[in-house]
């Protein structure tokens, strides 16, 4: 255990992740990070979370800009860096995906510096696939790679609704707890364990409620029921990412607002507001 690792007082940084050649089916997350952040400064809303504190003039809440990535270099190994330097310098990461393909590197720096991780998902998918098209990185399989080396104790699932044979298999093997939709209660939620990382997939919405995503798979929770997920969570997150906005299909950038409204409400929790 790294004895700079940060505690629930550190700093929280943003990190923008413009990241989307693991994506399967459409490009277009790569622009996430910019349009979240111009969502959250939108003159339609304000910068308060919901508990009434302005983020905007937060000391504590940093941003550190989007990853430039080195055409030479391997850009997992380039966001693990990142990520990794940012928990050395005693900050939190709040990272903007990108494609749900980033969560492996970033809770592989996570992994190296926090031992028996808590890992909550919230997905319309359980990205366990072996492989997908031959890609072993696809965004379809950072959870089976994460979990192939422990970089987690615990695997808690949320809004699964897309479980095919294979991906159970996995989840079995890889004892994931699957809180899937056609049982989904919110007090289903189970205790979760410091530390706890949250990894925020947007296709875990209804496509009614958050339609710029790549994936749109219907039956999913509303806005208002992953907002309660989140400010019902018992310890301050040590990392969080938000991913899979895709801005091209976002015509009216509701989406956006929504990724914005999330992202003040991981925020809050993280600053223990
Ligand atoms: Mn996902
Ligand atoms: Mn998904």
Redo the contacts with the bound molecule.
Sequence with gaps: MNPMHPSPQSPVTILGIPYDQSSSFLRGAAQAPGVIREAFRSPSSNTCCEAGVDLETEPRLLDAGDLTFEPETDPFEQIEAAVGDLLDNGSRVLTFGGD?AIAYPVLKAYGKRFERLNLLQL?A?P?LYDELDGNYLS?ACPFARIMEDRLVARLVQIGIRTLNPHQRMQAERFEVEIIDMRTWDPRTVPALEPPLYLSL?L?VLDPAFAPGVSHHEPGGLSVREVIRIIQGLQVPLVGADL??LNPTRDPTGVTGMVAAKLFKEIAANMLEF
């Design positions: 749900h997905d998918h990205d965004h997939d296709d991913v899979e």
